[in-house]
Nanobody, 125 residues
Framework: QVQLVESGGGLVQAGGSLRLSCAAS????????MGWFRQAPGQEREFVAA????????YYADSVKGRFTISRDNAKSTVYLQMNNLKPEDTAVYYC??????????????????WGQGTPVTVSS
């Protein structure tokens, strides 16, 4: 069993930056692909970014490409999401997720086995 705990969310003005962290328990973090998703009120959960086990491959939703960066520190069992040039439409609860099965990170929610509780991000205009 893996527990994921997100932190770093908050209120920021448009154009600002935040860095989200997701700390994982368990000794097998380094073998998991990791993803970030977000869910705005009344909307479905959507893919934001994902990273493979080594950090060598990353994937981004078109809406965040060039503004967000996903990274990981396997020694700290933590995955990060650096968010720059934030826009009001980035407002959502952000979730990290772990996939213990697939070598390539997935861009849909289905393959992920473990989820954090989410951290809210609000971007004011």
């Amino acid at each position: 069993q893996v527990q994921l705990v997100e932190s770093g969310g908050g209120l920021v003005q448009a154009g600002g930056s935040l860095r989200l962290s997701c700390a994982a328990s368990g000794r097998t973090f380094s073998s998991y692909a990791m993803g970030w998703f977000r869910q705005a009120p009344g909307q479905e959960r959507e893919f934001v970014a994902a990273i493979n086990w080594s950090g060598g491959r990353t994937y981004y939703a078109d809406s965040v490409k060039g503004r967000f960066t996903i990274s990981r520190d396997n020694a700290k069992s933590t995955v990060y999401l650096q968010m720059n040039n934030l826009k009001p439409e980035d407002t959502a609860v952000y979730y990290c997720a772990a996939d213990r099965t697939h070598s390539s990170p997935a861009v849909s929610t289905g393959p992920y086995d473990y989820w954090g509780q989410g951290t809210p991000v609000t971007v004011s205009s």
